[in-house]
Every structure is written in C-alpha cells, then in structure tokens.
C-alpha cells in the first residue's frame, strides 16, 4: 500500500480521492485546492459553522442550503461547490475537514511537494527560510519543501524541524536538558 494511500483513508479519504480526480481530470487541482482553503479558512474562523458542520441534528436539506449559502458567499461554485452540497446531501460533512487534509495531500504527492514546521526562538527571514528549503529539499530526495514558520521563545535558541514524520530537533533547550540528565547521572 503506498504512503498516500495509507494516509488518505476511510470514508473522508475515499471522497478526497474522488474530488482530486475530477479535479486532475479537469485540469483544475490548484483551483479546487485555493477553493477549499477559503473553505477550511470560514471553517477555522467561524465557531457557528464549526457547530453546524459538526451537528448531526440539521437534516440534510437544511445543511446543503445553508453551505449553498456559505459557498456563495466565498465566491466558490463548479466543483468545489458541487462537492460540499453532495456531501452534506449524504449527510457526512462532518467529515470535510479530514476530505480538505486528505486532497492537499494528494496534491502534494502530485506535485512532489513536502511540507515542513519549523520552529524557533525567534522569527525567521526570508533569506533563512529560503536557505532551510534548499537543505530541507535535499533531505527529502529533492523534493519541493513548503515550510510553516512558528515561534516558540521557550526554545531559548535553534531549531526543531518535523519534515514528514521525521522530527529534528536542534533547540538550545532540548541540548541543556540533554546536559543537566546527564549531570544527574554522573553526580
């Protein structure tokens, strides 16, 4: 079984497949997958739609007419559109959230493209996160690495890098807690 199909599976996996290959099919990956951020972004923003998407009380027809609603208020019709109204019709968007996670993963393997957290002490610049894709590109075979860049002043200084499922951490912090163990030890 390969790694993607591992990772996108199960009833919210099964619905990501087929919305990436209508959207392979029509040439419109990028456009669905901006369209379904605008949606995961309402999502995220708004507690109301997290309740009313998560609710199994509204009956189906109710959800496809309030998302119609919602969908046209983001300006998102054709497929993406098309999408969400048939799986609120078949009652399981309540499970939009893992479809969304599981399309942009299979985007990213069309695309061959890796995704990276990186934090550290302090925000990083341009010019560092630009350098830490050339080498994070070259731990993952050469493939396109996007980073997300987060803040943690607790790490006192360094890095600590999940690529994958691969974790890499050079904090200061994690380094003198190695050290004080260590002093335990031998004391």
């Given at each position: 079984?390969?790694?993607?199909?591992?990772?996108?599976?199960?009833?919210?996996?099964?619905?990501?497949?087929?919305?990436?290959?209508?959207?392979?099919?029509?040439?419109?990956?990028?456009?669905?997958?901006?369209?379904?951020?605008?949606?995961?972004?309402?999502?995220?923003?708004?507690?109301?739609?997290?309740?009313?998407?998560?609710?199994?009380?509204?009956?189906?027809?109710?959800?496809?007419?309030?998302?119609?609603?919602?969908?046209?208020?983001?300006?998102?019709?054709?497929?993406?559109?098309?999408?969400?109204?048939?799986?609120?019709?078949?009652r399981?968007?309540?499970?939009?959230?893992?479809?969304?996670?599981?399309?942009?993963?299979?985007?990213?393997?069309?695309?061959?493209?890796?995704?990276?957290?990186?934090?550290?002490?302090?925000?990083?610049?341009?010019?560092?996160?630009?350098?830490?894709?050339?080498?994070?590109?070259?731990?993952?075979?050469?493939?396109?690495?996007e980073?997300?860049?987060?803040?943690?002043?607790?790490?006192?200084?360094?890095?600590?890098?999940?690529?994958?499922?691969?974790?890499?951490?050079?904090?200061?912090?994690?380094?003198?807690?190695?050290?004080?163990?260590?002093?335990?030890?031998?004391?």
């Amino acid at each position: 079984m390969a790694v993607e199909e591992t990772i996108v599976s199960g009833m919210a996996g099964r619905y990501a497949h087929a919305l990436f290959s209508l959207a392979k099919e029509s040439g419109q990956i990028d456009q669905v997958a901006d369209e379904l951020q605008q949606v995961r972004s309402a999502y995220r923003e708004s507690e109301d739609l997290q309740k009313f998407i998560q609710s199994p009380v509204f009956s189906a027809e109710t959800q496809v007419r309030v998302l119609t609603a919602v969908l046209e208020s983001l300006g998102i019709k054709g497929l993406t559109a098309n999408f969400f109204k048939l799986i609120a019709s078949k009652r399981r968007l309540f499970g939009a959230p893992k479809m969304i996670e599981g399309f942009n993963h299979l985007r990213d393997v069309e695309y061959g493209i890796v995704r990276a957290t990186v934090t550290s002490a302090a925000a990083l610049k341009d010019e560092q996160i630009e350098a830490l894709k050339g080498s994070l590109a070259a731990l993952s075979g050469g493939k396109s690495v996007e980073i997300t860049a987060k803040v943690d002043p607790a790490l006192i200084g360094g890095l600590v890098v999940q690529l994958g499922s691969r974790m890499i951490d050079g904090s200061l912090k994690t380094k003198l807690n190695a050290i004080r163990t260590r002093m335990k030890e031998v004391g």
